[in-house]
């Protein structure tokens, strides 16, 4: 028996955008940024038009969220097509570890190639195991073209 649905979100469903306002807030926790322009994410993913997000929903809970994936189209100037890249990846701490994060990367997978996209890219901190391991069970590996390699998670922070 199947323990979660997984869906594509509609940013103008309200039910999805407070799931969506829900998980993030739930990240920005972790990462010591929480605020209330969260509040404001559906809409402005909305207006962007530029991505998509994959919900998971508990299917013994009504509306309980339990996940969630933002994902942002890129481009291949090697391979002339589509990339999404993941942005955000969240499984409620309750749910990890029950399949929650394979079943939303299928969603992105299947967007993905509904898209003509010619690969899906992520960013993992090196010290996040669970992630790592996560990701290489779906699929997911060092760049082909460069395995040796280690590639940098680096950022240049522009707002506060």
């Known amino acids: 028996m199947n323990n ?9 469903n309200e039910s999805d955008a407070k ?3 829900s998980l ?6 972790i990462e010591n940024c929480d605020r209330d322009a969260l509040n404001n994410l559906p809409r402005l993913l ?12 508990s299917a013994f809970e009504e509306h309980e969220p339990v996940g969630l994936i933002n994902c942002f189209f890129g ?6 097509r589509p990339l999404v890249n993941i942005h955000d990846v969240i499984v409620t701490e309750l749910h990890r570890g029950k399949g929650v994060a394979g ?7 299947s967007e993905s190639r509904n898209a003509n996209a ?11 195991a669970p992630a790592i391991i996560a990701y290489e069970k779906y699929g997911f590996g060092k760049d082909p073209s460069h395995p040796k390699v280690d590639t940098y998670f680096m950022r240049k922070t522009l707002v506060d």
Do not use: K
Not at 4 to 12: F, G, K, Q, T
Not at 24 to 29: K, T
Not at 75 to 80: G, M, W
Not at 121 to 127: A, K, R, S
């Open 46 to 57: 909305r207006e962007i038009d530029n991505g998509f997000t994959i919900l998971a929903w």
């Open 118 to 128: 010619c690969r899906i890219t992520l960013e993992v901190l090196g010290d996040n």
């Open 19 to 21: 799931a969506i306002v």
């Open 24 to 29: 993030m807030r739930e990240y920005a926790l």
């Open 75 to 80: 481009y291949s100037t090697f391979q002339l």
């Open 4 to 12: 979660y649905s997984v869906r594509l979100a509609d940013y103008d």
């Open 103 to 109: 079943q939303m990367l299928a969603g992105v997978e």
